[in-house]
């Protein structure tokens, strides 16, 4: 009974070990996995940080740019101020030019300048060439003489500070030109340098999009690697424990089996023991074996009894 209760556990503690052979394969199987998928993820973690890395300095060199720009943008308004206030002062003297050329009368005269030199230079003649001049006649023509030389004087004075004046309006308005070019080359230089920063903040809002949306992948991935490694944490016990269970099954089977062989070998003893002695009892001859496995049996139940 003690050989079949035996080896009915042996075959309860096989079964044991088979199942846990087949758990720990899964288990290795599983690791084996886990582990693959963990470098996967690492990988994954090291390019996505590189990547953000990147972006970063695309981040910094597009901060510079618009800093840049912004500074660009303040010399341009700058630019544009001092030459719209040079135009209003132009404006202004356009204004006060205008303003004194209509003041500027014409002298209404009969002659041009040059009639009005020639019929001097004839009544001057006249005085010279003629010896017997009348008193009357000759205060008459120094009187016209006068009279043309003042007409002269003032038309010339008039016609030279026109002149002076045209000249003066035609610069200033050449000038107003000249600076309303360059001020509408600033203007299209303010609107490019707008358009930039604009463009250059779309850009930097995306590259923070990205960057966010790439920190945020990276949390999760984390999370995800953070729970792999519990996984695979777990599994070590697992397989720990199982090989731990798995030696104690070893242990406990070779510890049947030893007992089993020793209880196998007692049972035969005993029954040569007792062939041995109930020959002995009906006084037949017995073998030195037999007489020696009866006698010990003999020694055993004294030492028993002595005890």
């Given at each position: 009974?003690e ?8 075959e309860?503690l096989?079964?044991?070990?088979g ?9 290795i199987?599983?690791r084996?996995?886990?582990?693959k998928?963990?470098?996967?993820i690492r990988?994954e973690l090291a390019?996505?940080?590189?990547e ?12 510079n740019k618009?800093n840049?720009l ?7 308004k700058d630019?544009?101020a ?14 006060e030019?205008?303003?004194e050329?209509?003041?500027?009368q ?5 002659m041009?300048?040059?009639?009005i030199k020639?019929?001097?230079e004839?009544?001057e003649?006249t ?7 009348d008193q ?6 120094v009187?016209?003489?006068?009279n043309?030389e ?22 200033i ?18 609107s490019?340098?707008?358009n930039s920063?604009?463009l250059?903040?779309e ?6 999009q990205?960057?966010?949306?790439l920190?945020?992948?990276i ?11 519990e996984?695979?944490k777990?599994i ?7 090989r ?7 242990s406990e089977?070779?510890?049947i089996q ?6 196998a ?12 002695l109930e020959?002995?009892?009906r006084?037949?001859?017995l073998?030195?074996y037999?007489l020696?496995?009866?006698l010990?049996e ?5 030492g028993g009894?002595?005890?």
């Amino acid at each position: 009974m003690e050989g079949s209760k035996g080896k009915a556990d042996i075959e309860i503690l096989q079964r044991e070990l088979g199942s846990i052979r087949e758990e720990l394969q899964l288990l290795i199987t599983e690791r084996q996995n886990l582990r693959k998928e963990l470098t996967e993820i690492r990988e994954e973690l090291a390019r996505k940080r590189s990547e953000v890395r990147r972006l970063r300095d695309e981040l910094d060199k597009i901060r510079n740019k618009l800093n840049e720009l912004y500074q660009k943008l303040n010399n341009l308004k700058d630019r544009s101020a001092s030459l719209r206030s040079t135009i209003k002062d132009h404006l202004h003297e356009l204004k006060e030019v205008s303003v004194e050329l209509k003041k500027l009368q014409p002298v209404k005269v009969r002659m041009s300048l040059d009639e009005i030199k020639q019929r001097i230079e004839q009544l001057e003649w006249t005085i010279i060439t003629t010896p017997y001049l009348d008193q009357r006649d000759e205060d008459r023509i120094v009187g016209e003489i006068a009279n043309l030389e003042h007409t002269f004087k003032a038309i010339a004075t008039n016609q030279k500070r026109y002149s002076e004046l045209i000249q003066k309006y035609d610069g200033i308005k050449k000038a107003v030109n000249s600076v309303r070019e360059e001020l509408n080359r600033v203007i299209t230089e303010l609107s490019e340098c707008r358009n930039s920063i604009a463009l250059a903040k779309e850009e930097r809002n995306k590259i923070k999009q990205s960057i966010g949306e790439l920190v945020r992948d990276i949390i999760e991935t984390k999370k995800k690697r953070d729970s792999i490694r519990e996984k695979l944490k777990s599994i070590a016990n697992s397989i720990n424990e199982k090989r731990q269970r798995y030696i104690e099954i070893l242990s406990e089977i070779k510890r049947i089996q030893i007992e089993s062989r020793e209880s196998a070998k007692e049972k035969v003893i005993r029954e040569k023991k007792k062939s041995a002695l109930e020959k002995l009892n009906r006084g037949e001859r017995l073998s030195i074996y037999d007489l020696y496995i009866a006698l010990g049996e003999a020694e055993e139940d004294r030492g028993g009894a002595g005890g």
